[in-house]
């Protein structure tokens, strides 16, 4: 894709999920690979809902910052997705449904329980990693210690983390993420039906995903 095309496919992505009330205020970001291997990041303390195309920050296939504004404090955590899985994009938010769950859950838990099968097919296992200080490089390090295994964490008390093949796959498995944590709340304490281990190995299976038993 072009790097025009990407920059306002990701400006647009933004303000489509802080509309919606996805994000808020100027948190969240989000990044994509470009075609000779840069990235494209959100600046700093800026809002999904108001990113310029043309002051996206810039940064070259090794990593260095050559263009746009000042990037998002959280560049480590990206750093660490695009190191560690083959993916093409990375979004990061602060969605209230989420944070709430992950209130009620301590990391080793399981965060989120499969109640659709799209969550499964889009997410996989959900890692609910340990609180950290926004900008904590030490979050990164959290991401590469799961070797790649997971395309989705949980920042306790913070925010959901998503990697995705492109921008919009990724934007669209955060959304996922975000509708399950809320159907989680739902249901809370009516014990619902999820699905099976049986159904769950059918999707893992016809998908490919990464699931363990």
């Excluded at 920059?7 to 990044?31: D, P, W």
Aim: net charge negative; with cysteine; proline share 6%.
């Amino acid at each position: 894709m072009a790097e025009a095309v990407l920059r306002e496919q990701m400006c647009l992505l933004a303000r489509s999920l802080y509309e919606r009330g996805l994000t808020h205020g100027s948190t969240g970001n989000i990044s994509a690979r470009t075609e000779d291997g840069g990235l494209l990041v959100s600046p700093t303390g800026t809002s999904f809902g108001r990113l310029d195309p043309g002051r996206l920050s810039r940064f070259d296939a090794d990593g260095r910052h050559i263009g746009g504004d000042k990037p998002t404090k959280e560049m480590p955590l990206h750093a660490a997705f695009y190191d560690t899985r083959n993916c093409g994009a990375v979004v990061h938010l602060h969605s209230c449904h989420s944070v709430a769950l992950s209130m009620l859950r301590e990391p080793g838990e399981t965060f989120l329980p499969p109640l659709t099968p799209y969550a499964v097919m889009q997410l996989g296992q959900v890692e609910l990693l340990p609180y950290f200080m926004p900008g904590d490089p030490a979050m990164g390090a959290a991401v590469r210690g799961l070797a790649g295994k997971r395309s989705a964490v949980m920042l306790a008390n913070h925010g959901p983390v998503v990697a995705g093949k492109d921008v919009e796959a990724a934007c669209n498995a955060i959304e996922e993420l975000e509708a399950t944590a809320k159907l989680v709340l739902l249901t809370r304490g009516m014990g619902p039906r999820a699905l099976t281990d049986g159904q769950v190995a059918g999707l893992v299976t016809k998908f490919d995903l990464e699931w363990d038993a």
